[in-house]
């Protein structure tokens, strides 16, 4: 009898599928499509917005003003890469690095976008620094936000309550009986 032997798939072995195949694997997360496409939005937006005001903060002799433009088109750049990655088809790792962020939850994006752009805000706090990750951040709180989940309805809630109060009055009667 001849058995068939399948090789077993490496851990990394997807990240060689394109983004797509990484997207249909996040749909998981409850996100309806007009909102990823929001998310999405506001990432390259943000990127767009980190670059200009980031070149804007080089153009000084102030080396903390060098440091956040530096770190603000770093920024830029992984916005670009993660959220839009045709824009970086000429980058050997960009559908790499693309597919392992469409990988990453919500909760874990929000603190990643939101993280990069206070790091600058926070070395030197000026109005382009301020302005110019005001977008970025606000990608990663649109992310934190669907993390969070739906709104539930009311009639889900009602049944969730009933239910709890039920399980309360059997508890009263069995301390009690």
Do not use: H
């Amino acid at each position: 009898m001849m058995t068939s032997q399948v090789a077993p798939e490496e851990p990394g072995a997807d990240a060689d599928k394109p983004p797509t195949a990484a997207a249909s694997s996040a749909q998981d997360d409850g996100m309806t499509w007009w909102y990823r496409w929001l998310c999405r939005t506001a990432g390259v937006l943000g990127g767009l917005s980190c670059a200009v005001a980031g070149l804007w903060n080089c153009i000084t002799i102030n080396p903390l003003n060098i440091a956040a433009g530096v770190w603000m088109m770093l920024t830029a750049f992984v916005l670009f890469l993660c959220e839009a990655p045709f824009c970086c088809q000429f980058i050997e790792f960009a559908n790499k690095v693309a597919a392992k962020a469409d990988k990453l939850r919500s909760w874990q994006k929000a603190i990643f976008y939101c993280g990069m752009a206070l790091f600058p805000i926070i070395l030197k706090f000026s109005i382009t620094t301020f302005f110019g990750n005001a977008i970025a951040f606000a990608a990663g709180v649109l992310y934190g936000l669907s993390a969070l989940g739906k709104k539930g309805d009311a009639i889900a809630y009602s049944k969730l309550k009933q239910q709890k109060q039920a399980d309360e009055e059997r508890m009263t009667g069995t301390i009690e009986g």
